[in-house]
């Protein structure tokens, strides 16, 4: 079994996983003490860093707990407990799955384990379900099933919540192939915003700059890291290994999602910084980058971005000669962009320059920047 303070691999579908003790046989019947409710044990689901994972039935009547069901066996208290709390924090949320019953189960030479009785995913975790179908999911689908998950994470960070294992393995296809969370094991409070201390995580979907020590503390925008992976996992029908950002431009998906997915892999500092940021950006397309008007660069902030007819170092003198201040690129400061002719391998589509997506992630922040195209900065720059 891993580890527990590393990467958790759960399964609550149809995925087979071998290695350690069977902790329960199949057969076997366990009573909960606190609700009175028997489970007959079947097949071995999966294991990891968590225990183990058996399909199961419910024996007798129940008008809140499932009849077939998953139990999550665990000799480790503290993520048992985690997982409970948090079961009844989302109890009938339709995007977290569903914890039924929560109970410590005492074995014949007196040791104790700790049960979970868990939602059954008819379709197992995301991973699983990719790799038997490997086909990339439609946009409009990928949107609302990503927009559904994080409805979950939303509810953790309004809380100051950091769930830090947002991997194909926690995430579980259900009735209809709707993607519900599962697996809150690790979940930490911060108590300010500045995030936590980066010491368990997944290393499988853990952003690099947190894996390579350059910061040390896990923030909300290192969930959406993990958010963004999922996203271009399904939009490639692969979750076997990471999206890289020198991807995204080739994937079978809108510009719009190819923006989405760069600003929540890309540089840490311009993520979202939240799940309900994302989601926003989901459910509304930003506005067209349309030209502006402007009557003269005198005291303007003004970056280039594209391709331009002349050199830029001339066009930069230019503009400092009408009186303008030249910035290398687009920061807070910019009053105005000079777009060019766009670069035909730009990071994400083709109004996704790195240069443009952050001026429009700078509008977003309320920063007033005009665009203008070279033929009027050249007219403005003669006079």
């Not at 069901?69 to 977290?96: N, T, V």
């Not at 194909?168 to 009735?175: D, K, Q, R, T």
């Not at 303007?300 to 030249?326: E, M, N, Y």
């Not at 060019?340 to 790195?354: F, I, S, V």
């Amino acid at each position: 079994m891993k580890n527990p303070t590393t990467a958790t691999t759960q399964t609550m579908g149809p995925s087979a996983g071998a290695g350690a003790r069977r902790l329960l046989s199949r057969g076997q019947r366990i009573r909960s003490p606190e609700s009175g409710l028997e489970y007959a044990i079947d097949r071995l689901l999966g294991e990891g860093g968590f225990g183990q994972a058996y399909l199961a039935q419910r024996i007798g009547r129940s008008k809140s707990v499932a009849e077939t069901l998953c139990i999550k066996i665990s000799p480790h208290i503290d993520g048992w407990l985690r997982e409970a709390y948090f079961g009844q924090l989302l109890d009938g949320h339709p995007r977290a799955i569903r914890v039924f019953d929560a109970f410590p189960l005492l074995g014949a030479s007196g040791d104790v384990h700790y049960c979970l009785a868990l939602e059954y995913a008819r379709h197992g975790d995301l991973r699983g379900f990719l790799h038997r179908s490997p086909a990339g999911w439609a946009e409009a689908k990928v949107r609302r099933e990503i927009a559904g998950i994080l409805e979950v994470l939303g509810r953790l960070h309004r809380g100051q919540l950091l769930h830090r294992d947002l991997t194909p393995m926690n995430v579980f296809v259900c009735e209809g192939q709707a993607l519900k969370l599962g697996d809150f094991g690790i979940v930490r409070q911060q108590s300010d915003g500045r995030g936590i201390t980066a010491r368990t995580m997944n290393t499988m979907t853990a952003p690099s700059d947190i894996l390579d020590g350059a910061v040390p503390k896990w923030q909300a925008r290192d969930d959406v890291y993990q958010v963004g992976q999922l996203v271009g996992m399904l939009v490639k029908g692969d979750a076997r290994v990471r999206v890289r950002t020198s991807e995204i431009r080739r994937l079978g998906c809108s510009d719009h999602l190819k923006e989405i997915l760069h600003r929540c892999i890309g540089e840490r500092r311009k993520r979202y910084e939240s799940a309900d940021e994302m989601i926003a950006a989901l459910r509304k397309r930003p506005d067209a980058l349309k030209p502006g008007v402007l009557r003269s660069l005198k005291g303007v902030h003004l970056a280039f971005t594209g391709f331009l007819s002349r050199p830029r170092k001339d066009a930069a003198r230019a503009a400092k000669r009408a009186g303008a201040i030249v910035h290398g690129g687009p920061s807070a400061q910019t009053t105005v962009i000079v777009r060019g002719r766009p670069n035909k391998l730009q990071a994400a589509g083709k109004d996704g320059g790195l240069k443009l997506m952050e001026i429009k992630r700078l509008r977003e922040k309320g920063h007033r920047i005009t665009l203008i195209n070279e033929a009027q900065f050249w007219k403005l720059a003669s006079h």
